[in-house]
T-cell receptor, first 117, second 111 residues
């Protein structure tokens, strides 16, 4: 199974809502990532988990809260978002070689299209 | 932060023609990767070239890397309408800890 799945595909939420994005992979990858992508822009890294531990947080606001319950699952909890947080949220995974996750190719999910009203 | 810079930003060609996209970067790298993204979808890894490699092929794709010029090119030969997508280069340098994506080239292949 070489697939990364993400749910939901689309999400519309108000600024007072709490919601979660989910990501799953069964390739045995020990690094998982959250990216945010605005229209016509490249993906921007938000978080990296390596061996289920948060290894990189790219100064993301606390209204985004990542969670890695196990080696196959990655969640992104959303609370009190702003309209400017509307974007495509991508999850990815990769192997970790020599302790370096980004040394390898990343496998991306199809993304969750988030709209904040 | 952004490391890679692709050019052109947009490229429109006819089916059967070759498409060349370039990527320049600023710091030393361990490897450089190319990804494709169909509109509004996830990215698909195309090819990875390490800093000690100069050229790599995969099917209709040919990637070159010139570390002295800090640049890479992606050539798609005999393009098809299905190649229509955005193409991103992404670099990994050991001190970064993560991939950094360039701005991307939007390729349109007309039937």
């Amino acid at each position: 199974d070489t697939e990364v799945t993400q749910t939901p595909k689309h999400l519309v939420m108000g600024m007072t809502n709490k919601k979660s994005l989910k990501c799953e992979q069964h390739m045995g990858h020990r690094a998982m990532y959250w990216y945010k992508q605005k229209a016509k822009k490249p993906p921007e890294l938000m978080f990296v988990y390596s061996y289920e531990k948060l290894s990189i947080n790219e100064s993301v606001p606390s209204r985004f809260s990542p969670e890695c319950p196990n080696s196959s699952l990655l969640n992104l909890h959303l609370h009190a978002l702003q309209p400017e947080d509307s974007a495509l949220y991508l999850c990815a995974s990769s192997q970790v070689d020599m302790g370096l996750a980004a040394y390898n190719e990343q496998f991306f999910g199809p993304g969750t299209r988030l709209t904040v009203l | 932060s952004q490391q890679g810079e692709e050019d052109p930003q947009a490229l429109s060609i006819q089916e059967g023609e070759n498409a060349t996209m370039n990527c320049s970067y600023k710091t030393s790298i361990n490897n450089l990767q190319w990804y494709r993204q169909n509109s509004g979808r996830g990215l698909v890894h195309l090819i990875l070239i390490r800093s000690n490699e100069r050229e790599k092929h995969s099917g209709r794709l040919r990637v070159t890397l010139d570390t002295s010029k800090k640049s890479s090119s992606l050539l798609i030969t005999a393009s098809r309408a299905a190649d229509t997508a955005s193409y991103f280069c992404a670099t990994y340098g050991g001190s970064q800890g993560n991939l950094i994506f360039g701005k991307g080239t939007k390729l349109s292949v007309k039937p």
